[in-house]
């Protein structure tokens, strides 16, 4: 079955504990992003990914990390947490081939939502 | 700078009568447009895409979705409501034909609820 896992689905946490949040997609798609979704602002992407060891910075990237290691995987990590970091966060994937890649839509796992204390 | 806009933060419906979710956009550019719906914890799945093959666009579930470039909207119906329809509802401005999916933009969310 074509998903996008993303680890863990809850975390209650520190501030400054350092975490990683992992998604994984098995699907071979190219792209893959990280957005956060907080009440009356809908998601807002905070960092995404072309390909293998290509990265970029959403609109909302400070504080986070990312790594694109392999192909499948898009790790989110947090170096310090805050608690303006508390947010449920998604994962994302899509394929970039085909004439007009912004028709490919984006498979999207089922959240992770983190409390920073 | 492209933006997207969703009329009404929450609208709630008998079930059986029809559905109206309002979606106006802004983009300098032939857009493409995207309707996602997010149940309670769940990721969003997609409804509906506009990429300018057609103006009416069917997805899943009964939706069905009206690009109109003069009014810049991008509104979602469903004839009939069912109670399953009930979760929020993400209307998405996608890059255009020369960009991919890096410059998604997506609305503040609708949430919809179903009256028995």
């Known amino acids: 079955e074509a998903q996008v896992t993303q680890n863990p689905r809850y975390l209650i946490t520190v501030t400054g504990k350092k975490l990683t949040v992992t998604c994984s997609q098995n699907?071979?798609?190219?792209?893959m992003s990280w957005y956060r979704q907080d009440p009356g602002l809908g998601l807002r992407q905070i960092y995404y990914?072309?390909?293998?060891?290509?990265?970029d910075k959403g609109d909302v990237p400070e504080g986070y990390k990312v790594s694109r290691k392999e192909k499948r995987n898009f790790p989110l990590i947090l170096e310090s947490p805050s608690p303006n970091q508390t947010s449920l966060y998604f994962c994302?994937?899509?394929?970039?081939?085909?004439?007009?890649?912004?028709?490919?839509?984006?498979?999207f796992g089922d959240g992770t939502r983190l409390s920073i204390l | 700078a492209q933006s997207v806009t969703q009329l009404d933060s929450h609208v709630s419906v008998s079930e059986g009568t029809p559905v109206l979710l309002r979606c106006n956009y802004s983009?300098?550019?032939?857009?493409?447009l995207f309707w996602y719906v997010q149940h309670p914890n769940k990721g969003l799945q997609l409804l509906l895409k506009?990429?300018?093959?057609?103006?009416l666009v069917k997805g899943i579930n009964g939706f069905e979705a009206e690009f109109k470039k003069s009014e810049t909207s991008f509104h979602l119906t469903k004839p009939s409501a069912h109670m399953s329809d009930a979760a929020e509802y993400f209307c998405?401005?996608?890059?255009?034909?020369?960009?991919?999916?890096?410059?998604?933009?997506f609305g503040t969310g609708t949430r919809l609820t179903i009256i028995p």
């Open positions: 994302a994937s899509s394929s970039l081939t085909g004439s007009v890649r912004s028709n490919q839509p984006q498979h």
């Open positions: 699907m071979n798609h190219e792209y």
């Open positions: 990914s072309m390909n293998v060891e290509v990265t």
């Open positions: 983009s300098s550019y032939s857009p493409s």
């Open positions: 506009y990429t300018s093959a057609a103006t």
């Open positions: 998405v401005l996608g890059g255009g034909s020369n960009f991919g999916n890096e410059k998604l933009t």
